[in-house]
């Protein structure tokens, strides 16, 4: 059964999200390697491939800045954009450093290590907090999905983990690439993250419906939507019985492309 945005209004849980997935002791996508892929392809993104700009769009963020660290050294402004109230309020609260927040030092004190600039966690976090400008309500099912604010077309849109759980089917999921194209200059850059296969997760203790993608249909969906593909990698997910019941993705796949035209 698909999990509605209203659902995730209602019942979704920051910590319980954070503390299942991203514990750095028993969190499924740090043993499974997705965390250490999605900051090695931020990393390079920001980097090797130059993307840089004005303001960069992080949509459906959650709870997480993970995706924020290496982002913020080469935007002046990031925009969050979310659904779930709380899930903004707990992002908010998290670029302000406040107290009883998940910790993501260790985090943090990677990405430094991987920029190799001899940046400190504190300067890193004061650098988030200096970038990350606010964050919106977002609902990309709608054609205009920060509506009713009009926003000034951005040089770069990133969604990490997001749009799967927003689609209930592939032609769902091929509508909120559109939805969220317009937002995005032509000439300007595309950043998505999503795990492969995978039907439902576990969060909270509830379980929320995942749309199962494939390498495929996600080529396909990017290329016809108007954007070429720069960069695209698939990790095989480390198979862990125990968390494979929490959630039954086999791998995850980073895509950084490139706006070529609005359609």
């Known amino acids: 059964k698909f999990t509605g945005k209203d659902i995730y209004q209602e019942e979704f849980d920051p910590w319980g999200y954070l503390d299942t997935y991203y514990n750095l002791k028993s969190g499924v996508l740090v043993t499974d390697g997705f965390l250490d892929f999605a900051l090695r392809k931020l990393h390079e993104t920001f980097t090797v491939h130059g993307v840089k700009g004005e303001t960069l769009i992080d949509i459906g963020h959650g709870p997480t800045i993970y995706q924020d660290l290496s982002a913020c050294e080469s935007f002046k402004e990031i925009i969050g954009a979310d659904y779930a109230d709380r899930s903004r309020e707990y992002f908010e609260k998290t670029v302000r450093n406040e107290p009883g927040i998940f910790d993501w030092t260790s985090v943090i004190q990677a990405v430094c290590d991987l920029e190799g600039k001899g940046t400190t966690v504190e300067e890193k976090r004061e650098k988030l907090k200096k970038t990350v400008k606010k964050s919106i309500k977002c609902d990309v099912t709608k054609s205009n999905p920060v509506a009713p ?40 850059y595309l950043i998505l993250s999503e795990i492969l296969n995978c039907t439902s997760y576990l969060s909270g203790g509830k379980r929320f419906s995942c749309l199962s993608l494939n390498e495929e249909f996600m080529r396909s969906a990017i290329t016809d939507t108007g954007f070429a593909i720069i ?12 968390q494979y019941n929490i959630c039954n993705h086999d791998s995850s796949l980073f895509v950084l492309a490139r706006k070529l035209r609005d359609i």
Do not use: F, T, W
């Open 149 to 188: 604010l009009v926003l000034p077309k951005v040089d770069c849109v990133m969604s990490l983990g997001c749009l799967e759980c927003a689609s209930k089917d592939l032609d769902s999921y091929r509508n909120v690439l559109k939805n969220i194209s317009p937002l995005l200059k032509v000439g300007g």
């Open 231 to 242: 960069d695209l990698e698939v990790i095989p997910r480390k198979y862990d019985k125990e």
